[in-house]
């Protein structure tokens, strides 16, 4: 061989593989398999030896890709014409039969080449495929467990920083609703996030509000090198996902895109469970409280009722011994008496209280007259009401309304003894009762100094009461259990004062189906 | 009390209770039995043939209800139940089952009388007519003429349609004691009628406007919120 060829191989191969590898490689193979071949081209047929030539050239389209086996097919051609046929010179190169091997060779190896390199991509899509989904799938079993929103950040961090190229940080709102970023419990793991975000509060605010458009139709705040974007669940917004991306200018491939838009929605109803979890556990404190609460209640004031109620009776007794007590005592004994049945009335109101809160509570509803429960509310309280001018203005159009009369009875009872407590004596009290707009509206009215401003809803709490004459304060339970029964029946309370002075409490019923009551006629006796 | 002495049975499980129950009695001018449970009391009411029993409905060894229809079995002494404020459908049972009449506790001794003056003027000693007074019976300003099927309000005379004037005749049979809304429509409209305690609602409200001054405030036909009606004089 001469040098000046090998000087030429050499400095081809120096030029060819500092700029492109795969050439270099089939350069390198076509270059070995020729000087293999060399010595004992006296004993091969020329089939063989371009049998030979075609296997590399079949190998390098498989393994080399397209533009490394054509290359390859071009040396070889000249290779097998230069080296192998006689008189191994260029003379033969230029044979019209050698040029049509290298047009029947050709199509063969843009085939092999176009599709192993087709199936070559196949496999780099289904290998980041796996990945993404693998990675993904740790994601969810990792969320799936956590119980509190700081044990989000770490896998839901790694996640981002693993896919997108991009710090993540989760942003969500504390208790006064201003949003706040996760963070991994314990000290911030190094790489991770090692430098603070700079996150652009109100870009976050307005993505949190962007409320109930669904991220797949919004378009990602972005604002510098971050992108913000709302954390769905199916009840609204729970949460931002800041990510902030490594290179400016880096756009989502649509892998990613879906990656993320999964990633997102994954996050957002976690967040939501964890929110569903945080409430219902909540709840289930409240009522276990109520419950405990309740409980006591009822025991304590049965317990006190039956002593309490004996006293009464023996106060009563006493009175009857005879001979007849002296004047002094006897009214010592009169007001002792009085003061057990406040007693019993507070007892009794406890007990209303806890019957109304027990799980069940079960209304005794039939269509009864608004008439009849106020006259039997005003006789049950008669001693109470002594000194007082009680109105009662009644609509003849109030048709019968389903309820439960004993508790109804309770609420007038109630509304009167409160207008009691904190009026003086000869006041006067008026109940009135009408029908507007479907509903039956009924107010209680007083002529005394009227409800402190600002405190017309907190006199429906448990044991709250307003200033009472003195020694005529109670637990604190009658407006509550108004409010109790009359939302039991479907209806709404208001308290306020009247422009003209004085207390109202009004109330409204909703008015039924009343059934129709046959009258006997006109048959007058 | 000018008469002779009277018996009653007192059943009440709590000593307290029963206590001034029996002073009340006894200031009454009865003689008491006391017994503290529903067996004691079954077998006190037998020996001594009461004329009035007086039976607290929560007794611990059985239920006050099973109690009365027992009695009613081969007594008919009234019987006056002791019951607590949220027993209203126990208190209707009971009166179904044959009560006289009923009170909650806590009462005071001027109630109690007067229930058992209601309860025993019903039956009274010796076949006296009732109402007395020739079919004549005032309330307020009310005059029911039972003989002459005349209703008069301060002379004026009150339309009163046929089921209004079963209604107030009941009532008045009944004077001082408790009717539940069962009894009133059992005899007013007949059994069929039960069952619809509205009926009976619509008419007494009829009633009332007639007869009551200020209907919402009634002075003599009383409700008895979850029972029934009683007429007071």
């Not at chain 1, 289904?126 to 770490?154: C, D, H, K, N």
């Not at chain 1, 001693?383 to 309304?401: R, W």
């Not at chain 2, 003056?117 to 007519?129: N, Y």
Request: glycine share 8%.
């Amino acid at each position: 061989m001469p040098a000046s060829t090998l000087l030429a191989w050499i400095s081809v191969i120096a030029l060819v593989a500092v700029r492109i590898k795969e050439e270099f490689w089939a350069l390198a193979l076509v270059g070995l398999v020729t000087l293999a071949l060399i010595p004992v081209r006296g004993h091969l047929i020329l089939a063989n030896t371009l049998m030979i030539y075609l296997l590399l050239v079949f190998l390098v389209a498989v393994k080399l890709g397209r533009r490394a086996s054509v290359f390859a097919l071009f040396l070889s051609i000249f290779a097998f014409v230069y080296y192998f046929v006689p008189p191994y010179s260029l003379v033969a190169v230029i044979d019209p039969q050698y040029l049509l091997v290298l047009g029947f060779m050709l199509p063969i190896v843009l085939i092999t080449a176009h599709l192993t390199s087709g199936l070559r991509t196949q496999v780099i899509i289904a290998e980041s495929r796996e990945r993404r989904i693998r990675s993904l799938y740790e994601l969810a079993s990792e969320l799936t467990g956590i119980v509190a929103p700081a044990q989000l950040a770490g896998p839901c961090y790694r996640f981002i920083a693993a896919n997108f190229d991009a710090d993540g940080t989760i942003l969500i709102p504390d208790d006064r609703g201003n949003l706040v970023p996760v963070a991994p419990p314990g000290p911030p793991a190094a790489g991770l996030t090692s430098s603070p975000l700079a996150i652009n509060q109100s870009v976050a605010e307005k993505a949190f509000r962007q409320g109930d458009i669904p991220w797949q139709e919004s378009v990602p705040h972005r604002c510098e090198t971050s992108m913000y974007i709302p954390l769905h669940g199916s009840t609204g917004v729970h949460g931002v996902l800041v990510l902030t991306l490594h290179k400016p200018d880096w756009e989502l491939s649509s892998e990613q895109e879906s990656l993320l838009k999964t990633c997102v929605t994954f996050i957002g109803l976690v967040l939501e469970r964890l929110g569903f979890a945080a409430r219902a556990q909540q709840a289930v404190l409240e009522i276990e409280s109520e419950r405990l609460r309740n409980a006591l209640l009822a025991s304590l004031s049965h317990d006190m009722r039956t002593p309490v109620a004996a006293m009464a009776g023996i106060a009563d007794a006493m009175l009857l011994s005879s001979p007849p007590l002296h004047s002094v005592h006897r009214s010592l004994l009169e007001s002792m008496h009085k003061q057990i049945r406040l007693i019993l009335s507070d007892i009794d109101k406890l007990l209303d209280m806890a019957r109304l809160h027990t799980d069940h509570v079960t209304l005794h509803k039939e269509w009864q007259l608004l008439e009849e429960v106020i006259g039997s509310a005003i006789k049950t309280i008669a001693t109470v009401l002594e000194g007082y001018a009680v109105h009662i203005t009644i609509d003849d159009q109030i048709p019968l309304l389903e309820m439960d009369a004993m508790m109804m009875e309770r609420v007038f009872c109630n509304l009167l003894e409160n207008a009691t407590r904190h009026t003086p004596v000869g006041s006067r009290i008026d109940i009135d009762a009408r029908v507007e707009h479907r509903l039956v509206v009924v107010r209680v009215t007083d002529n005394g100094p009227g409800l402190p401003p600002g405190q017309e809803e907190a006199m429906f709490e448990k044991f709250i009461h307003g200033k009472t004459k003195t020694g005529t304060g109670g637990v604190g339970l009658g407006l509550s259990i108004v409010r109790a029964v009359v939302e039991a029946h479907g209806g709404t309370i208001h308290a306020g004062n009247r422009p003209e002075g004085g207390a109202q409490f009004e109330f409204s019923l909703p008015i039924g189906d009343p059934p129709l009551v046959v009258s006997d006629g006109e048959k007058f006796l | 009390m000018t008469d002779s002495l009277r018996h009653a049975v007192l059943i009440e499980d709590e000593a307290l209770v029963r206590r001034y129950v029996a002073m009340a009695l006894e200031a009454s001018g009865f003689k008491v039995w006391e017994s503290e449970t529903a067996a004691q009391g079954i077998m006190e009411t037998a020996t001594h043939h009461p004329d009035l029993i007086i039976l607290d409905l929560g007794l611990p060894d059985r239920d006050g209800v099973d109690v009365i229809r027992e009695l009613r079995l081969w007594c008919d002494t009234p019987i006056l139940v002791l019951s607590v404020r949220t027993e209203e459908v126990q208190k209707v049972e009971a009166l179904d089952a044959g009560a006289d009449d009923y009170l909650t506790k806590p009462f005071g001794v001027p109630e109690l009388q007067a229930r058992i003056r209601a309860v025993l003027r019903r039956t009274p000693r010796k076949g006296d007519e009732v109402p007395a007074g020739g079919g004549i019976f005032e309330f307020g300003e009310v005059r029911v003429d039972m003989a002459l099927r005349r209703v008069t309000r301060v002379g004026q005379v009150i339309h009163l349609t046929p089921l209004e004037y079963r209604i107030l005749t009941l009532l008045v049979a009944n004077l001082g004691r408790v009717l539940t809304h069962r009894q009133i429509m059992r005899e007013v409209w007949g059994p069929g009628y039960v069952d619809r305690p509205h009926y009976l609602r619509v008419f007494m409200a009829g009633l009332r406007r007639k007869i009551e001054k200020e209907p919402a405030n009634p002075r003599h036909i009383l409700t008895e919120t979850g029972i029934g009606y009683r007429l007071v004089q």
